[in-house]
């Protein structure tokens, strides 16, 4: 391979002269999860029972956006690397996350470090829309 995305999601959606999409693996979940700093699991059952003020990390402006109208309570900020590094920027109190929102499907891909045990809660389609092409 010259090049691989992990989402289809990623990919434009303008066809691009010279760029062939020519393997798309089975779709795995398309939710959005909410991880909780490892202090607070126990505490909240999910991102509705998030007290006011809690910050929440994501680096992606659509949850931003959909999570600000529904939680206009809550505050964001920005988060940026692999899953290792955004967990371990969400565990540093001294960060101030309260939670991050990752896509469900790139915590269970990452079985062999058990990151899928970390999700408090999956996100409901029915009021949290995931990205087209996500999973």
């Known amino acids: 391979a010259h090049f691989a995305v992990h989402s289809l999601k990623d ?8 760029l062939t999409l020519c393997a798309i693996i ?6 959005d999860a909410l991880v909780l700093r490892r202090d607070l699991i126990g505490q909240y059952r999910g991102i509705e029972e998030l007290p006011q003020g809690s910050v929440i990390g994501t680096s992606s402006l659509r949850r931003r956006a959909l999570l600000a109208h529904l939680y206009p309570k809550l505050q964001f900020k920005d988060v940026r690397g692999n899953l290792g590094t955004r967990l371990g920027k969400l565990d540093d109190v001294g960060n101030n996350y309260t939670a991050l929102i990752l896509a469900e499907a790139g915590l269970r891909r990452m079985e062999e470090l058990d990151y899928h045990k970390r999700i408090s809660q999956v996100l409901p389609k029915e009021t949290y829309y ?3 092409g996500q999973g």
């Open 11 to 18: 990919v434009p959606t303008a066809e691009l002269e010279g």
């Open 130 to 132: 995931y990205a087209v």
């Open 26 to 31: 089975t779709r795995d979940p398309v939710s």
